[in-house]
């Protein structure tokens, strides 16, 4: 499983957004993602048949400099036109308004169905075997982790290889804070925040703090402006 693990890092599912040496390969990804069958994430799929579907092509080109720039360098902030159009590309909707601080990493793109404004700080990941939807006005900061990727907890299905997927649920007006981490199948409530290092196994309700390994919710936020 470690051996197939890095094969899917290194060849798909550690996709870097911005890097100048990377602006072909994520282009090549996006189509790969989209003419892929059953990219939203088939129980069963293994991250080496995943990494096996990817042209070599994609794979060496996110490891190539561009234009002559060293690698995973991001383009500059005035490049606002060329940054539009891969955020337009990368996401299944959202990409139009969304900001990114790079790096940014996820598996596909297309299954992150964001609302308006959302904000990824820096070093984000998004494991969007299934979908992945982050309402309006949402503020991730740094490192935060989001996993809608998941494995059996019976050993003998793991050493198969089989893997599952169950989608994660952000509604709008939500902060979560840096180093926070999204396990698969949790929803979290509009207008909730979220501390930063939580560990969210379990469903968070709107309007509430809530914080902690395992995150629980503190008070209500109402409370927290008295």
Same mark, same amino acid.
């Given at each position: 499983?470690?051996?197939?693990?890095?094969?899917?890092?290194?060849?798909?599912?550690?996709?870097?957004?911005?890097?100048?040496?990377?602006?072909?390969?994520?282009?090549?990804?996006?189509?790969?993602?989209?003419?892929?069958?059953?990219?939203?994430?088939?129980?069963?799929?293994?991250?080496?048949?995943?990494?096996?579907?990817?042209?070599?092509?994609?794979?060496?080109?996110?490891?190539?400099?561009?234009?002559?720039?060293?690698?995973?360098?991001?383009?500059?902030?005035?490049?606002?036109?060329?940054?539009?159009?891969?955020?337009?590309?990368?996401?299944?909707?959202?990409?139009?308004?969304?900001?990114?601080?790079?790096?940014?990493?996820?598996?596909?793109?297309?299954?992150?169905?964001?609302?308006?404004?959302?904000?990824?700080?820096?070093?984000?990941? &998004?494991?969007?075997?299934?979908? =992945?939807? *982050? #309402?309006?006005?949402?503020?991730?900061? $740094?490192? /935060?982790? !989001?996993?809608?990727?998941?494995?059996?907890?019976?050993?003998?299905?793991?050493?198969?290889?089989?893997?599952?997927?169950?989608? &994660?649920?952000?509604?709008?007006? =939500?902060? *979560? #804070?840096?180093?926070?981490?999204?396990? $698969?199948? /949790?929803? !979290?409530?509009?207008?909730?925040?979220?501390?930063?290092?939580?560990?969210?196994?379990?469903?968070?309700?709107?309007?509430?703090?809530?914080?902690?390994?395992?995150?629980?919710? *503190?008070?209500?936020?109402?409370?927290?402006?008295?």
């Amino acid at each position: 499983m470690a051996l197939q693990r890095r094969a899917c890092v290194a060849g798909y599912a550690e996709r870097r957004l911005f890097g100048e040496d990377g602006l072909l390969a994520q282009r090549e990804r996006v189509e790969v993602s989209r003419q892929e069958e059953g990219h939203e994430g088939r129980p069963g799929r293994t991250c080496r048949e995943k990494a096996d579907s990817v042209p070599r092509r994609a794979i060496q080109a996110s490891h190539r400099p561009e234009n002559g720039r060293a690698e995973g360098v991001a383009p500059r902030e005035g490049e606002q036109e060329l940054r539009r159009r891969i955020l337009l590309d990368l996401f299944g909707r959202g990409g139009d308004s969304v900001w990114m601080q790079p790096p940014f990493y996820c598996d596909y793109g297309t299954n992150i169905l964001l609302g308006q404004r959302v904000f990824f700080n820096f070093n984000c990941v &998004v494991l969007d075997c299934a979908a =992945v939807t *982050i #309402g309006a006005n949402v503020l991730l900061g $740094p490192a /935060v982790q !989001i996993y809608a990727a998941t494995h059996p907890t019976d050993p003998s299905m793991r050493r198969s290889g089989r893997e599952l997927a169950l989608p &994660v649920a952000i509604g709008d007006d =939500v902060w *979560i #804070g840096g180093g926070a981490i999204i396990c $698969p199948g /949790v929803t !979290i409530g509009s207008s909730s925040t979220i501390g930063a290092g939580s560990v969210v196994t379990r469903d968070i309700p709107a309007g509430v703090i809530a914080a902690g390994n395992p995150c629980r919710v *503190i008070r209500g936020c109402a409370e927290a402006e008295e």
